[in-house]
C-alpha cells in the first residue's frame, strides 16, 4: 500500500494548483485524508483534512476561503485546490491517511505520502 503525492511546483502570487493523494493497493474510501506542510525553517502545519465520506471537513484559519480539499472515490484520490496563493504559502505539501478523523497528530497516521514543493513567487 503506497499513498503518493504530486501537483507541487513554481506559481506567482495569486495563482492556483492542483495538488493530488492517491493511494494503491487498497481503497482510499476506507481512510480519512489530510495535508500537512511544512515551509523552510518552520515546523510542520496541518492544512486541511477530509473524513471517509467526505461529510466532515477541516481547515486551518491560514488557508480557509482559499484551499479546498475533496476526494474522488473513482479515482482513489483526494484533491487539494490551492487557490490566491500566497508566498507564505510556500512549504513541502505532504499527504496523510488515517483510519479515523479527524487528523490532527502528523505521526499518529496509518500511512504516509512523499511531499510535493509548492513555491509562490514572482
Known amino acids: 500500500v503506497q499513498l503518493q503525492a504530486s501537483g507541487g511546483g513554481l506559481v506567482q502570487p495569486g495563482g492556483s494548483l492542483r495538488l493530488s493523494c492517491t493511494l494503491s493497493?487498497?481503497?482510499?474510501?476506507?481512510?480519512?485524508v489530510g495535508w500537512f506542510r511544512q515551509a523552510p525553517g518552520k515546523g510542520r502545519e496541518g492544512v486541511s483534512c477530509?473524513?471517509?465520506?467526505?461529510?466532515?471537513?477541516y481547515n486551518a484559519d491560514s488557508v480557509k476561503g482559499r484551499f479546498t480539499i475533496s476526494r474522488d472515490s473513482a479515482r482513489n484520490t483526494v484533491y487539494l485546490q490551492m487557490n490566491s496563493l500566497k508566498p507564505e504559502d510556500t512549504a513541502v505539501y505532504s499527504c496523510?491517511?488515517?483510519?479515523?478523523?479527524?487528523?490532527?497528530?502528523?505521526?499518529?497516521?496509518?500511512?504516509w505520502g512523499q511531499g510535493t514543493l509548492v513555491t509562490v513567487s514572482s
Open positions: 477530509i473524513s471517509m465520506n467526505g461529510g466532515k471537513i
Open positions: 496523510v491517511a488515517r483510519s479515523d478523523f479527524p487528523l490532527v497528530n502528523y505521526y499518529d497516521m496509518d500511512y
Open positions: 493497493g487498497s481503497s482510499l474510501d476506507y481512510y480519512a
